[in-house]
């Protein structure tokens, strides 16, 4: 490898590669990595808003190099979608000529950067690695692929700790190789013997590299590295022929060992005989050795409609492990019919002639066609052109967070380049979520200028005021671009009259969707060849009032009969009659082990064979419910693939309750398998539901606290309030640790309530018992403390961390709690001034960081730690702070949510270095938040320094509307110090104020000593506004008033360790001196404050240091002020 040249490299980043890769879009090229013909640079991505790592080929790469690198895109891009293999983003070429690759940026680096940084890894990490890795191997060998240089630098690690298998430069194409084949490629610790010999690269050489570095992760270092000094052939004879360093002796399970060992084998023969044995080997050891089985992504042997719906969520058809019940993707698509249908030509002409209004309402009883009319509607829109959104509504969508996520997903699917940046909202907005998803989204419609559908099923089984309240603010605020169907058993809950009044509705009710006559007997006669007279067809339709699923029964009944018309006359009754006598001639017909499978089967909402198989014991429930779905037995094909089906309601429900009937204590016992199924399965939701139906209130919360650290730790919080609202309130107060965790959940999003409820059950569950380890007690005492700090903190009446809580910071086991309880120390430091101590927390807390899944307690910590920097002029480390919780945040989710948060420390920072443009982009962007920001501190940076950059800029209408609204969130949330900073600021940009706010600041004591954080800036905050009112004043005696009480403040400020706030002081009482005509000892103190300004880059801290800092500097030299 060629000598690395630093100045070289940074040369041509500023001047060459990165200005075509600006060109095209990838600005901030940073070189992170370099190899033979290539190197890979860290960009930022405009377009995306997001970094990637972008491998362009060197000027100096051309012929067999240039194809390599050809080769090695093409083999990245055979292999998309892979969730194991790293994917490529684009392929592109600069102007000039050299191609590159975009692919994504993953933050955390290789195995190898892990390994070195923190050890080696434990074995239960490294089983699922393997198996992981085993998938990656067997989709490339299945497409003819050898990677010939498996290793733990090549294995990158996600933002989400999954690893993928990356550089593929040097990859083998069946017969063809990227690399001439006289040399040896690839590294050789991890290289199989036979290669080393000169045998061609193959699978089994890739699974013998798969080995060495799990056996390299396992001990930290390679089984055959090279010594220091010890010449390369010596390292490859030694390869070839010593024996295997023992794992045993390392206390690693038997298991593992000789599972590792097996891929080493010398012999290839003597080796797993493909990448998917081996995966398949590792996963029995996680089975053998109690560990969860880790899903195996390997190739699909088929394409499968639900994979290409929902993308990642899992492996496909070709899964080892069965996927996770198609919920969301049968969710927002229309169902497929049952059986026989009928164009309901009448009803769509009604439907069209409507024209766009606001809301079409198809309502009436069950079994009326509603959702069949609104799928006709919407496939003639789709061949129209026209984009349709289709939502199933459930109970779960009383929630209404979850009920928003649905929409947006529905409209997402059909119109992808919506509401891309709303999604993490619905996880951390608090009581304004519907409010600004739905303006949002209705916005984004409008501005498109494009005509669309929401088709929204099953409406009537949405009962929540919340969810009924955002549907009334949708088509109250909805433009004409967006059309709403919604299908309903009833109006209620929908705005019918406002919408009749204004003309914005079209109605289909009962009446229109009974079958006529004539439809009737095209459904009859036509659909289902039935033979019957027009007579017949006519007095059927009587009998059943046109009712479409009593006709729908009616003709299964009316099968192979040789007198229908004497079944006809029998029909009487109203439709609840009519059900159950047709639906006991249907199932008295069938043979009683079937009906028992499908009483069975029927007790979930959607079914799938392995989901029959776990609630009947059957092994060929598949084939059953393919047979009942073919019999038209009220059981439709959710996908088509045919995996997932569905039983009408209105027959599941009589199946259920004859199933109670027969079998009393079966449907509870159903139940429970169910749950089971669905927790194996990793469908939360629905393993409550159906634990509470199998009376079993006590597993439903033993699962919702089993989750709960995991819906924490990646910012979860409303759907761990929605799982935890299902639960029986009896039974969540008596569980503290999931009480602790609803005060948390309630904490990050601001409800006061819940939190103090929340606490309270947790405090009596304590004192009652609940908990009989006293260290356990003792420790979930400290963390109701610690919560109730959070949310002193919250609402910035800090009154210090309890000395009980205090003592036990450091011993925090959980990972979450730990987090928080560490940066509540950095805040504590801050605000008692130990800014050194609030910085060696985030230093004690990286480990915690690194080993939680969520990044919201990093970002947090990076920001008290920069803010800590700031207060000690430590600008360097405050801009590296505050800069990693920024890019940091951005990994959190689209929406962004925390980079706007962090972004206002940020572009405060950047306002006091004079980077205005990038100040108010970043002030701008965490406005948008309004109290959501967080800590006061964020607050006061968005609205304080947000309005002063509006005021700059020339726009005070800006600045003053700015002001208004933190004015309006310090009122309401009560916070004062937010409310002083605010006050200070009209001041300062010459706006008014009221005048009882100006008595009071004119009787102000002058300043004394404060010990709190908190109560120093309030204080300061007032100094700050007396100050400029006296300077506004003009006479002499109001200028020595305020030099009087500018030196007040230095001289106390001046016996704490404060250089940032001692820094503006000064500043502060050299514009006073100035002004009450102490010229000598203002241009003195300028003369030493500008240098210390300038040398940390805060030039802003001059320029704003009081209304006459002009005057002043003008009397200064030149060389002086030629500095700012």
Sequence with gaps: MAQFDGARTDRDVRTGIAAELAAAGFGDAEEVGRGGFGTVYRCFEYSLDRHVAVKAMTAEVRGDEREQFVREQRALGRMSGHPHILQVLQVDITPTGRPFIVMPFHSRGSLEHLMRTTGPFGWREVLSIGVKMAGALAAAHAIGIIHRDVKPGNILLTDYGEPQLADFGIAQFGEATTTSSHTVKGTPAYTAPEVLGGASP???????????????????????????????????????????????????????????????????????????????????????????????????????????????????????????????????????????????SRLLDLIRRGGRRRLTLIHGPAGFGKTTLASQWARALAAEGVPVAWLTADPDDDNVVWFLAHVVEAIRRVRPELAQEIGAALEQRASDTARYVLSTLIDEIHDSHRAMVLVIDDWHLVTSETTVAAMDYLLEHSCHHLVVVVASRTTAGLPVSRLLMHDELVEIDVAELRFSTAEANTFLTEANSLPLSDADV?????STEGW?????????????????????????????????????????????????????????????????????????????????????????????SGEWFHYHRLFADYLQRRLVRQHPGRLEVLHQRASTWFAEHDVLS????????????????????????????????????????????????????????????????????????????????LDSGAVCNPDEAAGLRDEVALVRVGQQLLTDRYAGVPPSVAEHLADVGNPFVATSAANMASTDALLRFDFAEARRWQQRAMPLHRGHKGLFGLVHGRCYAGLAAFEQLDIDAADEMFSGAADAARRSGPNR????????????????????????????????????????????????????????????????????????????????????????????????????????????????????????????????????????????????????????????????????????????????????????????????????????????????????????????????????
């Design 202 to 344: 193959s699978a089994a050489s890739d699974i013998y590299g798969l080995g060495a570095t799990l056996f390299c992760l396992l001990t930290g270092h390679a089984p055959f590295a090279r010594r220091s000094g010890e010449p390369l052939e010596e390292q490859l004879a030694r390869i070839a022929t010593a024996s295997l360093p023992d794992l045993h002796s390392l206390g690693i399970p038997h298991p593992v060992c000789d599972a590792v060992t097996a891929a080493m084998s010398p012999m290839p023969a003597d080796r797993p005989a493909s990448a998917l044995e081996l995966g398949e080997r590792f996963r029995a050891v996680q089975r053998e050795c109690g560990l969860p089985v880790d899903v195996m992504a390997v190739p699909p042997k088929a394409e499968s409609p639900t994979a290409a719906v929902m993308p990642g969520l899992f492996s496909g058809p070709g899964s080892v492990t069965p996927p996770p019940p198609p919920s969301t993707a049968t969710k927002f698509r229309p169902p497929t019919a049952p059986g026989a249908t009928i164009e309901r």
């Design 538 to 542: 006519s007095r059927l339709q009587e």
């Design 897 to 1124: 949510h925390a980079a706007r948060m962090v972004g206002a420390l940020l572009g405060e920072l950047r306002y006091h270095q004079g980077q205005l443009t990038e100040a108010e982009q970043l002030l701008d962007a965490s406005a948008e938040l309004g109290r959501q920001a967080g800590f006061v501190w964020f607050l006061l940076a968005t609205y304080r320094i947000g309005a002063r950059v509006k005021a700059i800029r020339g726009d005070r209408a800006a600045a003053d509307r700015r002001l208004a609204d933190g004015a309006e969130i310090a009122e309401r949330y009560s916070l004062p110090r937010l409310a002083a900073a605010i006050t200070a600021e009209r001041i300062r940009l010459g706006l008014p104020i009221p005048d009882d706010v100006r008595a009071r600041l004119l009787q102000l004591p002058l300043y004394r000593r404060q010990d709190n954080g908190i109560h120093a800036d309030i204080a300061e905050f007032d100094q700050a506004s007396v100050i400029w009112l006296l300077l506004a004043d003009g006479s002499a005696s109001a200028a020595e008033q305020a030099a009087t009480r500018a030196g007040a403040m230095v001289g106390e400020i001046g016996t704490q360790p404060r250089p940032r706030a001692m820094l503006q002081a000064r500043l502060l009482h050299a514009c006073c001196q100035w002004a009450a005509g102490d010229h000598n000892r203002a241009e003195t103190a300028l003369a030493e404050l500008i240098p210390q300004c300038t040398e940390h880059g805060l030039i802003r801290f001059v320029t704003d240091a009081g209304p006459n800092i002009t005057d002043l500097l003008a009397a200064g030299p030149a060389s002086l002020t030629a500095r700012l």
């Design 548 to 640: 479409p699923a009593a006709l729908q029964l009616a003709s299964l009944t009316l099968r192979g009969r040789s007198d229908p018309g004497a079944f006809i006359d029998a029909l009487s009754g109203r439709h609840r009659s009519i059900a159950t006598y047709l639906t006991e001639n249907v199932l008295d017909e069938l043979d009683p082990a079937m009906l028992d499978f499908m009483m069975e089967t029927a007790i979930t909402d959607r079914i799938s064979g392995e989901l029959a198989r776990a609630l009947t014991g059957h092994d060929d429930s598949h084939e059953l419910l393919d047979d009942i779905c073919d019999r038209n037995l009220f059981l439709r094909r959710l996908d088509e």
């Design 686 to 765: 629905s393993a409550v539901d159906h634990a509470l139906a199998a009376d079993d209130p006590d597993r439903a919360v033993e699962l919702v606290e089993q989750h709960a650290l995991d819906l924490m730790e990646r910012a979860r919080t409303a759907t761990f309030l929605g799982l935890l609202g299902k639960l029986p309130q009896r039974n969540v107060e008596s569980r503290p640790r999931l009480q602790l965790w609803a005060a948390w959940a309630s904490l990050a999003i601001q409800r006061w309530d819940g939190v103090a409820r929340a606490l309270r059950a947790a405090s009596a569950a």
